[in-house]
C-alpha cells in the first residue's frame, strides 16, 4: 500500500471513521477529530500509543516506529497497526480507537502549562 491515495486510506480506515491526511515524516499523518492518532510509511501504518496502550501493542506483537536522526536511532510513540486488523474491521475499529484515545491524552498534556507549537500542513484531504 506503498504511496496508498486519501481515498484509499479512506477507505481502510472507514471501519473506524471519518479521518483526514496530511503528509508527515515523508509519509501521510491521519488525523481524527483534529488529532493525528495514526501514519502511513512505507505501506506500514503506525499508531499513536502511550503509557496506557503501550503493552498492550506490545503483546500483540507490535513494534514502535524507529528513525535515524544524527546516526542515531530515534523511537517515536507510534507503534505498527497489528497483522490481525489489516484483514478485520472489528480488530482496525479498536486498534485505531486506542490510537486516537492516546493522542486526545497527549493533547490534553501538552495543555498544562505548555506552550503549543502548531505547525501548518502543506496539505490536506478530507476523507468522508
Given at each position: 500500500m506503498s504511496g496508498a491515495d486519501t481515498a484509499e486510506i479512506g477507505e481502510f480506515f472507514s471501519s473506524f471513521g471519518r479521518v483526514s491526511v496530511r503528509r508527515l515524516f515523508g509519509g501521510q499523518g491521519i488525523y481524527a477529530d483534529g488529532l493525528c492518532f495514526a501514519f502511513l510509511s512505507e505501506g506500514e501504518y503506525f499508531l499513536k500509543t502511550d503509557d496506557v496502550t503501550r503493552a498492550r501493542f506490545e503483546a500483540a506483537g507490535s513494534s514502535p516506529f524507529v528513525?535515524?536522526?544524527?546516526?542515531?536511532?530515534?523511537?517515536?510513540?507510534?507503534?505498527?497497526?497489528?497483522?490481525?486488523?489489516?484483514?478485520?474491521?472489528?480488530?482496525?475499529?479498536?486498534?485505531?480507537?486506542?490510537?486516537?484515545?492516546?493522542?486526545?491524552?497527549?493533547?490534553?498534556?501538552k495543555g498544562k502549562g505548555k506552550s503549543k507549537t502548531v505547525l501548518k500542513p502543506t496539505e490536506t484531504k478530507i476523507i468522508r
Open positions: 528513525f535515524v536522526m544524527r546516526g542515531k536511532p530515534m523511537e517515536m510513540s507510534f507503534w505498527r497497526l497489528p497483522t490481525a486488523a489489516y484483514d478485520d474491521a472489528d480488530e482496525l475499529r479498536l486498534w485505531a480507537t486506542l490510537g486516537l484515545e492516546a493522542a486526545r491524552r497527549a493533547a490534553a498534556g
